[in-house]
């Protein structure tokens, strides 16, 4: 699927992209698309699609780190950490990222969604080591968080997000395996949506999505929103959160599966603003979508956009697209800024 040729170019592409230090104009790519008016309050007339590096392979789970201001992103094939600061470029954070077996594991076996928890610890889903993990970013090497339910193995831990209370949850389709859903080492047959407790305990929420993936709670944390990466279904389901931390039936928040045949790209990662807009990674790019599910408009990249996450002072959004690393300024700012 990677071929070494291909790895190469990659390689020399990141290189290319990590030298250029104190860049201050990048190129841009792809469109904002305008479908309703109240767009314009979110995204300025004057917004582009900035690419900061490129030469990667699948860019995944920008988290914006406030103490140093730099971000840190996926590129989950060839299983490494990157980190992007505005006056260094890219420079490599950790590899390997999500797997520390022996030999080649599969052909995304990085580490995927990652956040950093209430601590300033970074939280990373590990597609290779099958597993959630927690890695002070002051030093010191990694613990897990939860690498089984019920003694069964997870699939491939996708994207996770934190509760104020403390608990994480996350979603847990086939992707990392070396044969995905097909996999023989797959102990179970549920692509779930899982929490873990304050005190470690691992439960099960939802267990019938196909394919659950990006995720995240409105701004009061009333709902909890989970992206179905499934070409046949590629939807957004919203989950009412009850006190006790578990989910309520769900119901359809946006459907997009109707664009999937025209426009690249399946439902993804997921990030709110502090008004409850959804930014949804989807068919043709960053879905901008309205706390009542209505579709504003659409940050096209013109590739197949995998996540994305607030930065700076809380208005830049940045975005990884397929071989990309990009970011668009914005007029509202994103939970937690």
């Not at 600061?85 to 990222?97: H, M, R």
Request: proline share 7%.
């Amino acid at each position: 699927m990677y071929p070494f040729k291909k790895f190469l170019s990659i390689l020399s592409g990141v290189l290319l992209a990590g030298s250029a230090l104190s860049q201050t104009n990048y190129p841009t790519i792809g469109k904002v698309v305008r479908i309703d008016p109240k767009l314009d309050n979110l995204l300025g007339k004057e917004a582009k699609i900035e690419v900061l590096a490129s030469g990667f392979v699948w860019t995944e789970g920008p988290v914006w780190v406030k103490e140093g201001s730099y971000l840190l992103f996926n590129d989950i094939p060839p299983n490494t950490l990157f980190k992007w600061k505005e006056e260094e470029g890219i420079t490599s954070f950790l590899k390997p990222s999500g797997y520390t077996g022996i030999g080649r594991y599969s052909n995304e076996p990085g580490s995927n969604g990652l956040i950093l928890n209430q601590k300033g610890e970074l939280i990373a889903c590990e597609h290779g080591d099958r597993r959630v993990s927690l890695m002070p970013l002051s030093g010191g090497g990694k613990r897990t968080l939860a690498d089984n339910y019920q003694g069964k193995r997870f699939n491939s831990p996708n994207d996770v997000v934190q509760k104020s209370d403390g608990s994480y949850y996350f979603t847990d389709p086939p992707y990392g395996l070396p044969q995905q859903e097909n996999d023989p080492s797959r102990e179970t047959s549920i692509c779930g949506v899982y929490r873990i407790s304050p005190d470690g305990k691992v439960s099960l929420l939802i267990s019938d999505l196909t394919r659950p993936n990006g995720l995240a709670f409105s701004p009061d944390e009333k709902i909890l929103y989970v992206a179905q990466s499934d070409p046949q279904k590629a939807i957004i389901m919203a989950y009412p959160v009850l006190k006790d931390g578990n989910l309520g039936k769900g119901k359809l928040f946006f459907d997009a599966t109707a664009n999937v045949s025209t426009m690249k790209g399946l439902p993804d990662g997921l990030k709110v603003d502090r008004n409850g807009n959804l930014f949804a990674t989807g068919p043709g790019g960053v879905m901008v979508l309205s706390p009542e599910g209505t579709l504003l408009g659409r940050i096209d990249t013109g590739e197949a956009t995998a996540n994305c996450a607030f930065g700076d002072d809380g208005s830049t959004l940045y975005i990884t697209a397929d071989m990309y690393l990009c970011r668009i300024k914005t007029k509202t700012k994103g939970v937690g800024f």
